[in-house]
């Protein structure tokens, strides 16, 4: 028989309460949660004209969801809250701005229909609003608020309760996550829905559900406390292991990038994404030997913006010599040059349209002109760790920041020193007055394999 915790109910077992009966168990739950899943679908074909009915996409995702939102414009239930309301609803808020897109460099803004040389004051701050006020998320975080956003949509179809989702009240919300909760949506997806929902009230005027002070937390603490779970594991990339792919030898061309993908990305502290974006003009190599010989042979890598500096202010983790002479060997034999268009020196707070990428996409043993994917760098991360005979289950691309970041620690690398190689903390005042003075603990992280 199988046991239980003191306390815990046994599987089978029915209590009633004031608004709703409670059986306990596995089975049940999953029960429940296929019939709603099915509900909500049910529901909003119900709810829609049958031609929006058939071009409905639906996600992937644990709660039920409408893909292509944009098509519900022609339904009554959005238009009949007025344009203005209907925009913030249906509004695509994951876009980058043009200005977004100049990636670092400006491009000409220009009012539109403006006859004077002069813009009205109205005029300006529309333009601030469309095009530079979205930055202060990072577009990847835009684009996970759509995609939850998204799920808020449905869940107000099914339940006909479009015009109750912005503005948002707290019972509204706590409706939408009492659901998500029975459909068995995970506490981490929850957090998801109520920033998404809190951003779009921020965005365009609205109060927020959870705006008195601790509303957010305590709603937090209350869910992840019945339903809280561990995180997925994850091995970082060991000490071991880069010095097991730093001896690999007789590589092909994929195998090498991939082994120095895994690296770099590793020693330096590097993000998925910032190691799929390094560009030929990033590389550094001998960057401090201007303070002293010794640094000659060793590599600073430039990353020109990250999740704490999204100011550009610009970060430029080391590798010492066993690192930068591999990739330098790579780099050389793939053919990988600066170009003399290279706009660095510009801005150096912008991506480089000009230089080619460090880790370029290779197709049938050739190079291209493409950087890899996030999801290229992940393989390349796991396809490196087998070739040393590592079983790779818990791997991932999260593996090398990681591991960098758990070798540091365990050698005692002092937290600034580290910050200045993983970009933590670098919106703290204290450290950014801070200035090494010698370069060499600029490479304790490094050393530290």
């Given at each position: 028989?199988?046991?239980?915790?003191?306390?815990?109910?046994?599987?089978?077992?029915?209590?009633?309460?004031?608004?709703?009966?409670?059986?306990?168990?596995?089975?049940?739950?999953?029960?429940?949660?296929?019939?709603?899943?099915?509900?909500?679908?049910?529901?909003?074909?119900?709810?829609?004209?049958?031609?929006?009915?058939?071009?409905?996409?639906?996600?992937?995702?644990?709660?039920p969801t409408i893909e292509n939102v944009d098509i519900l414009a022609a339904e009554a239930q959005f238009w009949r809250l007025g344009d203005e309301r209907m925009r913030h609803i249906l509004e695509?808020?994951?876009?980058?701005?043009?200005?977004?897109?100049?990636?670092?460099?400006?491009?000409?803004?220009?009012?539109?229909?403006?006859?004077?040389?002069?813009?009205?004051?109205?005029?300006?701050?529309?333009?601030?609003?469309?095009?530079?006020?979205?930055?202060?998320?990072?577009?990847?975080?835009?684009?996970?608020?759509?995609?939850?956003?998204?799920?808020?949509?449905?869940?107000?179809?099914?339940?006909?309760?479009?015009?109750?989702?912005?503005?948002?009240?707290?019972?509204?919300?706590?409706?939408?996550?009492?659901?998500?909760?029975?459909?068995?949506?995970?506490t981490g997806t929850i957090r998801n829905v109520w920033s998404a929902v809190e951003d779009r009230h921020r965005r365009f005027g609205y109060a927020l559900p959870l705006g008195m002070q601790g509303?957010?937390?305590?709603?937090?603490?209350?869910?992840?406390?019945?339903?809280?779970?561990?995180?997925?594991?994850?091995?970082?990339?060991?000490?071991?292991?880069?010095?097991?792919?730093?001896?690999?030898?007789?590589?092909?061309?994929?195998?090498?990038?991939?082994?120095?993908?895994?690296?770099?990305?590793?020693?330096?502290?590097?993000?998925?994404?910032?190691?799929?974006?390094?560009?030929?003009?990033?590389l550094r190599w001998s960057h401090d030997a201007a303070w002293h010989p010794r640094y000659n042979n060793t590599l600073a890598v430039g990353v020109y913006k990250r999740k704490q500096d999204q100011?550009?202010?610009?970060?430029?983790?080391?590798?010492?010599?066993?690192?930068?002479?591999?990739?330098?060997?790579?780099?050389?034999?793939?053919?990988?040059?600066?170009?003399?268009?290279?706009?660095?020196?510009?801005?150096?707070?912008?991506?480089?349209?000009?230089?080619?990428?460090?880790?370029?996409?290779?197709?049938?043993?050739?190079?291209?002109?493409?950087?890899?994917?996030?999801?290229?760098?992940?393989?390349?991360?796991?396809?490196?760790?087998?070739?040393?005979?590592?079983?790779?289950?818990?791997?991932?691309?999260?593996?090398?920041?990681?591991?960098?970041?758990?070798?540091?620690?365990?050698?005692?690398?002092?937290?600034?020193?580290?910050?200045?190689?993983?970009?933590?903390?670098?919106?703290?005042?204290?450290?950014?007055?801070?200035?090494?003075?010698?370069?060499?603990?600029?490479?304790?992280?490094?050393?530290?394999?």
């Amino acid at each position: 028989m199988a046991r239980r915790g003191r306390g815990q109910a046994a599987v089978g077992e029915v209590s009633q309460g004031q608004a709703a009966s409670y059986e306990h168990g596995e089975g049940a739950a999953a029960e429940v949660a296929a019939d709603l899943y099915d509900g909500i679908k049910d529901m909003v074909a119900t709810n829609l004209m049958p031609s929006t009915v058939w071009a409905l996409r639906f996600t992937q995702h644990a709660f039920p969801t409408i893909e292509n939102v944009d098509i519900l414009a022609a339904e009554a239930q959005f238009w009949r809250l007025g344009d203005e309301r209907m925009r913030h609803i249906l509004e695509d808020i994951s876009r980058q701005t043009p200005v977004e897109r100049g990636d670092g460099h400006l491009p000409a803004v220009r009012a539109k229909g403006k006859k004077g040389r002069l813009s009205s004051a109205q005029e300006l701050a529309a333009i601030f609003d469309e095009c530079v006020m979205p930055a202060c998320l990072a577009h990847r975080t835009r684009e996970g608020y759509q995609s939850y956003w998204k799920c808020v949509i449905t869940w107000a179809i099914a339940h006909e309760e479009v015009a109750s989702i912005l503005p948002m009240t707290q019972t509204t919300l706590k409706a939408i996550t009492q659901e998500m909760m029975m459909i068995g949506c995970a506490t981490g997806t929850i957090r998801n829905v109520w920033s998404a929902v809190e951003d779009r009230h921020r965005r365009f005027g609205y109060a927020l559900p959870l705006g008195m002070q601790g509303d957010f937390t305590r709603m937090s603490k209350a869910v992840a406390s019945v339903q809280g779970q561990p995180s997925r594991l994850i091995f970082p990339v060991g000490v071991h292991h880069v010095k097991a792919l730093l001896e690999l030898a007789g590589l092909t061309d994929t195998q090498t990038r991939d082994m120095l993908v895994c690296v770099l990305g590793t020693v330096c502290c590097l993000r998925v994404g910032e190691v799929a974006q390094l560009q030929v003009c990033d590389l550094r190599w001998s960057h401090d030997a201007a303070w002293h010989p010794r640094y000659n042979n060793t590599l600073a890598v430039g990353v020109y913006k990250r999740k704490q500096d999204q100011a550009r202010k610009g970060l430029f983790p080391r590798a010492g010599e066993a690192v930068a002479t591999r990739l330098r060997s790579f780099v050389e034999r793939m053919g990988l040059e600066k170009e003399d268009e290279c706009s660095k020196k510009r801005s150096p707070g912008a991506r480089c349209r000009s230089c080619p990428p460090v880790f370029p996409h290779i197709t049938a043993g050739a190079r291209t002109a493409k950087p890899m994917s996030r999801q290229q760098v992940t393989r390349a991360v796991t396809n490196s760790l087998q070739l040393i005979g590592v079983d790779t289950t818990h791997f991932s691309g999260l593996s090398m920041r990681r591991g960098g970041i758990s070798a540091a620690l365990v050698a005692r690398v002092p937290e600034p020193i580290l910050f200045l190689q993983s970009g933590h903390g670098s919106n703290c005042a204290a450290r950014n007055y801070m200035v090494p003075r010698d370069p060499h603990v600029l490479f304790e992280t490094y050393l530290a394999f």
